[in-house]
């Protein structure tokens, strides 16, 4: 992980398990960062709108964070998907709650569950 002055950088992965996106994220997701998330979540596959953004090591989150996100759960259901959280931090996780977007976008403790919850929004989508 590089860092910048005081600034901590974001490292994204992103992968494809079986028709579904995993991007994980490490790092600080701010007004430095969203732009590198934002241009990950945009060259997702269009078939694999399925999303789970694993976040165990995501240490920070701010409203341009936010912003990418939201905006990543709307393209995904245009295009048929869903986007979901997995091992959020509690810190970063309390954000979610008090915005009430962890009810558009629900919180999973592991990838397994995530991945069931995500085949389930999809087979309900046929």
């Known amino acids: 992980m590089?860092?910048?002055g005081l600034h901590r950088m974001l490292d994204v992965n992103a992968w494809v398990d079986a028709g579904r996106s995993v991007v994980e994220l490490v790092g600080e997701l701010d007004m430095?960062?969203?732009a590198r998330l934002r241009d990950v979540l945009d060259h997702l596959p269009k078939d694999a709108q399925?999303?789970?953004?694993?976040?165990?090591r995501l240490d920070f989150l701010d409203s341009s964070g936010l912003?990418?996100?939201i905006r990543a759960m709307k393209r995904a259901k245009t295009l048929g998907?869903?986007?979901?959280?997995?091992?959020v931090q509690e810190r970063v996780l309390k954000t979610f709650r008090i915005t009430g977007l962890v009810r558009v976008m629900p919180a999973?403790?592991?990838?397994?569950?995530?991945?069931?919850?995500?085949?389930?929004?999809?087979a309900a989508a046929q």
């Not at 998907?81 to 091992?87: E, K, Q, S, T």
């Open 2 to 4: 590089s860092e910048t």
């Open 32 to 34: 430095y960062s969203a």
């Open 50 to 56: 399925r999303v789970a953004l694993e976040m165990s």
């Open 67 to 69: 912003g990418v996100l």
């Open 81 to 87: 998907g869903a986007l979901c959280l997995v091992a």
């Open 108 to 122: 999973f403790p592991a990838l397994d569950e995530a991945f069931t919850w995500l085949d389930a929004q999809h």
